[in-house]
């Protein structure tokens, strides 16, 4: 069993950063961000490999979002800069135990552990 912890949400004006955390207890082997915005289908931000560096991004986050890791704290950060209002949405941490493999454990999603939500708003 993984019991993820996500923190740093908040709300920011447009072209502001911030920094989300996730602190997972247990094995993991892919970790990703996902995001919810009201009326909107979930999306899959980024997902990284823990133990072998991986990093995959969706299109519309790339070059804004950096997704890293700490391994000795077993947590897992996504770094959000040049944010913009349509980046506002529910920011979900999200587990597994298999690896990430490729790009599409974005589309997938087929994490088994999720965390409870962090809300990031950008008003312009």
């Known amino acids: 069993q993984v019991h993820l912890v996500e923190s740093g949400g908040g709300s920011v004006q447009t072209g502001g950063s911030l920094r989300l955390s996730c602190a997972a207890s247990?094995?993991?082997?892919?970790m990703g961000w996902f995001r919810q915005a009201p009326g909107k289908e979930r999306e899959g931000v980024a997902a990284?490999?823990?133990?072998?560096?991986?990093?995959y991004y969706a299109d519309s986050v790339k070059g804004r979002f950096t997704i890293s890791q700490d391994n000795a704290k077993n947590t897992v950060y996504l770094q959000m800069n040049s944010l913009k209002p349509e980046d506002t949405a529910m920011y979900y941490c999200?587990?597994?135990?298999?690896?990430?493999?490729?790009?599409?454990?974005?589309?997938?999603?087929?994490?088994?552990?999720w965390g409870q939500g962090t809300q990031v708003t950008v008003s312009s």
């Open positions: 247990g094995y993991t082997r892919c």
């Open positions: 999200a587990a597994r135990q298999a690896p990430c493999y490729n790009s599409y454990v974005l589309r997938r999603a087929d994490f088994a552990y």
């Open positions: 990284i490999e823990p133990g072998g560096g991986n990093s």
